[in-house]
């Protein structure tokens, strides 16, 4: 199963951004992401989650589609190992009835609009997508641009100590290319900051 070595951290110039991902990496898509967390009432961590999502990729073609993903999630110094399950939905009313069917309510929603570069890792390492987004309800409208993240993420095939390490570092090494401090990184999920300011209801 594939395995996602991710980081996000927080943006505080994000036009000055999109002009170093574009010096070192290729445009891949521009999208928007509308996201709603299913989960059990007496259960407070995220079952499942439900995205509508839509992608223009770099020669202006728009595709749609609805995704539904479970995943597992570690956190290890900041950095993200997930393994994740995903499937798309042609018929998400039918979907959503047999969720709240099995006793699963709607709880945080969280939307996401930005672009993605794919940057070259070096080597024969798989390439890093970079997303920088705009997170809904996280920004205050100050001029420090608080609500704007980038994800570096990396799949892989291979899931031991070595592997991990050297994708680690890999994007480590494109936060520092990027200018962005380590500790702007942030580890906790979208959801849990959503929540604690009251954004994602």
Same mark, same amino acid.
């Given at each position: 199963?594939p ?30 992401k ?5 989960a ?11 995205? #509508? ?21 570690? =956190? ?10 995903e499937?798309s ?9 047999? %969720?709240?069917?099995?006793? %699963? ?5 969280k939307?996401? %609009? ?5 940057? #070259? ?6 390439? =890093? ?73």
């Amino acid at each position: 199963m594939p395995i996602e070595i991710e980081l996000k951290a927080r943006v505080n110039k994000p036009e000055e951004l999109k002009i170093r991902l574009s010096k070192l990496g290729s445009l891949h898509c521009t999208f928007e992401k509308d996201d709603v967390y299913w989960a059990f009432p007496d259960d407070a961590g995220v079952k499942l989650r439900v995205r #509508h999502e839509s992608k223009t990729n770099a020669r202006g073609k728009t595709s749609k589609a609805v995704l539904v993903t479970c995943k597992t999630r570690e =956190i290890r110094e900041g950095i993200e190992i997930n393994e994740e399950k995903e499937l798309s939905i042609s018929d998400i009313g039918t979907f959503e009835d047999i %969720l709240k069917y099995l006793g %699963l309510e709607p709880g945080i929603r969280k939307k996401k %609009l930005g672009s993605a570069w794919k940057c #070259h890792a070096g080597g024969e390492s798989a390439p =890093i997508l970079a997303e920088l987004s705009e997170v809904k309800g996280l920004g205050n409208g100050l001029s420090n641009c608080l609500g704007y993240f980038i994800e570096l993420e990396i799949i892989s095939g291979v899931r031991d100590e070595q592997n991990m390490a050297k994708n680690r570092k890999l994007l480590l090494d494109l936060l520092e290319k990027l200018d962005i401090p380590r500790e702007m990184i942030e580890a906790r999920p979208y959801t849990e900051m959503l929540k604690e300011l009251g954004a994602g209801d």
